[in-house]
C-alpha cells in the first residue's frame, strides 16, 4: 500500500502517542486496571473518530487509513488491552450507527462515541454459546408501538464495566432464522439493566469484561438499528470492521516483536556469537516476518474488497484465521528467542502470548472460521453463515 503525507501524519500523531500511553502496561496487566488517562488522550488524538462522518465530529477516514492508523497503534503501544478496547468501542456501536442508524440515532449517539465520551460495547455472546449466535436466548418482546422489552443474559462483553452505550442483540423471532434477530442500542442506565463485576481472565487484562442481565428493559423503538430483524445483517457488517479492525493491530504489534527479536538476536551472544548468525534462529524471524507479511497483505487487501463491494465473505475468514494463529506464533517464537528473559513477565513477551491467544476466540473460534471457508468451498454443512456465524 501506497500512503499519502496526511495518512502518515495521523498515524505518526498516534504512534507518538502510543509510545507514552504504553507506559506502565506490565503493572496494568498485572492489576487488570483500565487505563481512563491513555483513553482520553487517544479520544483528544481524534482515534474514535477516525471513520466517522464530519457531519457527527468524525474525521471521514476510509477503512484502509482507519485500519493503518490502528496498525501504528499496535506497532507502539504496549498496551494491547487498551488498545483491544479502543477498537471495541469503535467497531461495536459507532460502526453499526453510522451505516444502519436513523438520522436520530446518529444525531443523539454519534457525536459522544466519536468524540470518545460515550464508551461503546456489544453484547451477542451468552454463557450457553459464543458460536450458535442464532441460537440466542435472550428475547426482545414488543411492548406497544413503540417498544421492545429485553429479557436475558450475555457473557464476556469486552468493555462492558465501562461502557456507556451497549448494543445488545436479542432475538425477536424464531431460533435459528437469520431475520429473527435485532440490535438494540441500549444506555447503561436503563432500567433493568446490570452490569456485572469484571471477570478475570487470561490475557488482554487491561481491557475490562463483564456479563450483563437483562430483566424486563424497556426499549425505545427509536433505538432498533436499522430495523426489527435486521440485526443479522448489522452484525455481519460489524464482523467484517472488527476483524479488520482489531487484527491489524496485530499486525502492528507482530511488527513490533519482530523488530525487537531481530535487534535481540543481533546483540545476544552464546558461544561467542550473535545468536542470529546460528541458522535455526534466524530461520526463526524468518517466519515471524512471513507471517507478518501475509498477514497485513491478507487484512488489506479484504478491506480493499469490501470496499469494493466484492464478495469477501472467504477473504475475512481467511484474513481472521492466518492474522490470529500467526499471533499466537510469532509470541510463542518470540519467547523462544528471548529464551529464559522471555519466558520473564518484566520482558512482556509471556503477556502478549497470554494476549495473543484471545484472538482465536474472539470475532469466531479458528474452528469456526475453518467451517466457514469449508462450507464457502462447498463442503461440510450447508449455509453456516446461517447456522454458525462464530461471530462475537
Ligand atoms: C477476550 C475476549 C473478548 C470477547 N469479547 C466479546 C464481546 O465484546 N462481546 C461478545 O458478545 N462476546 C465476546 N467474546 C466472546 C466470544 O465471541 C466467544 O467466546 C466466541 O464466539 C466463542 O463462543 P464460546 O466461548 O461460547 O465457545 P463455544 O461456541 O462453546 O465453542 C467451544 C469450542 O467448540 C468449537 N466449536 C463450536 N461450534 C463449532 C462448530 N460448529 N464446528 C467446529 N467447532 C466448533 C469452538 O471453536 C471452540 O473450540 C469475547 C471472548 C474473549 C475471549
Given amino acids: 500500500m501506497q500512503w499519502n503525507e496526511d495518512q502518515k501524519a495521523l498515524r505518526a500523531a498516534v504512534t507518538a502517542l502510543g509510545q507514552v500511553i504504553g507506559d506502565g502496561h506490565l503493572e496494568r496487566d498485572a492489576g487488570a486496571s483500565f ?3 491513555g483513553w482520553k488522550r487517544l479520544c483528544e488524538a481524534g482515534l474514535p473518530a477516525l471513520p466517522f462522518e464530519p457531519e457527527y465530529g468524525g474525521l471521514g477516514q476510509s477503512l484502509s487509513t482507519t485500519m493503518y492508523v490502528l496498525e501504528g497503534l499496535g506497532h507502539s503501544c504496549r498496551d494491547a488491552g487498551l488498545n483491544f478496547s479502543a477498537s471495541t ?11 444502519f ?4 440515532l446518529k444525531r443523539r449517539f ?6 470518545g465520551s460515550t464508551i461503546g460495547a456489544h453484547a451477542i455472546t451468552e454463557a450457553d454459546g459464543g458460536s450458535d449466535v442464532m441460537g440466542m436466548r435472550t428475547t426482545a418482546v414488543p411492548d406497544g408501538d413503540d417498544a421492545f422489552v429485553l429479557n436475558g443474559s450475555k457473557a464476556f462483553v469486552s468493555n462492558g464495566p465501562i461502557a456507556d452505550l451497549i448494543v445488545v442483540y436479542a432475538r425477536t ?3 435459528g432464522n437469520p431475520a429473527g434477530l435485532t440490535a438494540f442500542l441500549v444506555e447503561r442506565d436503563t432500567p433493568g439493566l446490570t452490569v456485572g463485576r469484571p471477570i478475570a481472565k487470561m490475557g488482554l487484562r487491561s481491557s475490562p469484561l463483564c456479563e450483563l442481565f437483562l430483566d424486563d428493559v424497556r426499549v425505545p423503538r427509536s433505538q432498533v438499528i436499522g430495523s426489527a430483524g435486521a440485526g443479522f445483517l448489522v452484525l455481519d457488517h460489524v464482523m467484517k470492521w ?6 491489524v493491530i496485530n499486525v502492528g504489534e507482530m511488527q513490533h516483536r519482530l523488530e525487537q527479536c531481530v535487534s535481540y538476536a543481533r546483540t545476544r551472544r552464546q558461544f561467542g556469537r550473535h545468536i542470529g548468525s546460528y541458522q535455526s534462529v534466524s530461520n526463526l524471524i524468518v517466519g515471524m516476518r512471513v507471517d507478518v507479511e501475509t498477514s497485513r497483505k491478507w487484512l488489506y487487501d479484504t478491506a480493499e474488497k469490501i470496499v469494493g463491494r466484492e464478495n469477501a465473505a472467504v477473504d475475512v475468514a481467511i484474513s481472521k484465521l492466518v492474522v490470529s494463529e500467526a499471533n499466537v506464533r510469532s509470541a510463542l517464537t518470540a519467547i523462544q528467542i528471548y529464551g529464559g528473559h522471555g519466558y520473564m513477565a518484566e520482558v512482556g513477551l509471556e503477556k502478549e502470548l497470554r494476549n495473543a491467544v484471545a484472538g482465536t476466540l474472539y470475532s469466531g473460534t479458528t474452528q469456526i472460521q475453518q467451517q466457514r471457508i ?3 468451498m462447498g463442503l461440510g454443512r450447508p449455509a453456516p453463515a446461517r447456522t454458525e456465524q462464530g461471530l462475537e
Avoid at 454519534?110 to 468524540?115: A, K, N, Q, R, S
Avoid at 472488527?242 to 487484527?247: K, M, R, V, Y
Fill in 35 to 37: 487505563s481512563h488517562d
Fill in 89 to 99: 468501542h469503535l467497531v461495536s456501536a459507532g460502526v453499526p450507527v453510522q451505516r
Fill in 101 to 104: 442508524g436513523s438520522a436520530e
Fill in 110 to 115: 454519534l457525536p459522544g462515541i466519536v468524540d
Fill in 173 to 175: 423471532g424464531r431460533p
Fill in 242 to 247: 472488527e476483524i479488520l479492525c482489531s487484527f
Fill in 374 to 376: 469449508a462450507a464457502l
